[in-house]
Each structure stands twice: as structure tokens, then as C-alpha cells.
């Protein structure tokens, strides 16, 4: 059975950092590509960041430079660090991950955690 389990969310000051971890099990981590959605109350869910297999990195544009997303597979776990934080980037994180290197930045993806909430003060 395949899992994900995101850690280190929390609430945070404007200008503050979190590292969320995506904790894997059930698969071999470096077969998929994973990404980082956010969804806020209210709205949508969106995009935030993937990595693929090979490590090629995406952002979505409201968080480049601020954010950066890695993984270790050797742990099984993926990273995302959020650097200056902002009180728009409240939300619950969701961490995801597919078998295949295309169309990160949809939705489209096999596996989900159960998200860790983000809440950044101003």
C-alpha cells in the first residue's frame, strides 16, 4: 500500500521558514517524480512545485525564489524548503507523486498525502 505522509507544516510570521517532508512508502521513490500543490480555504488547489525523476525542477511562479523543492531518495522522502514565507501562501500542502516526467504542474498525479497546513501570520 502506498503512502504519503507530510510533516512540518505549522504557523509561521511573514518572513519566517518551514521545510515540509513528504515521507514515502509503498513505492520505490526514485521511480516517480513528485510534486507540492497547495489549496487555501475557499480556492482552488494549485500548483506550487515538482522535481522529476531525474531531478529537473519546476516552479509555479508565485513562489520561485522562495521556495525550493529536492528529494532524497535514499529516505524515501521529499523536501520542500519555504523561505519568506508570505500570508498568501496560507494554505494545506499536499504532496503527490506520479509514475511519469510529464505534466507536472497538472493535478493529474497517482498517489496523495493528507496534506499539512501552512499559516503565515502578517
Known amino acids: 500500500q502506498v503512502q504519503l505522509v507530510e510533516s512540518g507544516g505549522g504557523l509561521v510570521q511573514a518572513g519566517d521558514s518551514l521545510r515540509l517532508s513528504c515521507a514515502a512508502s509503498?513505492?520505490?521513490?526514485?521511480?516517480?517524480?513528485m510534486g507540492w500543490f497547495r489549496q487555501a480555504a475557499g480556492k482552488e488547489r494549485e500548483f506550487v512545485a515538482a522535481?522529476?525523476?531525474?531531478?529537473?525542477?519546476y516552479y509555479a511562479d508565485s513562489v520561485k525564489g522562495r521556495f525550493t523543492i529536492s528529494r532524497d531518495n535514499a529516505k524515501n522522502t521529499g523536501y520542500l524548503q519555504m523561505n519568506s514565507l508570505k500570508p498568501e501562501d496560507t494554505a494545506g500542502y499536499y504532496c503527490?507523486?506520479?509514475?511519469?516526467?510529464?505534466?507536472?504542474?497538472?493535478?493529474?498525479?497517482?498517489?496523495w498525502g493528507q496534506g499539512t497546513q501552512v499559516t503565515v501570520s502578517s
Open positions: 503527490a507523486a506520479k509514475s511519469t516526467v510529464t505534466l507536472l504542474r497538472d493535478g493529474k498525479y497517482r498517489y
Open positions: 522535481i522529476s525523476r531525474s531531478d529537473i525542477t
Open positions: 509503498g513505492l520505490t521513490f526514485s521511480d516517480y517524480s
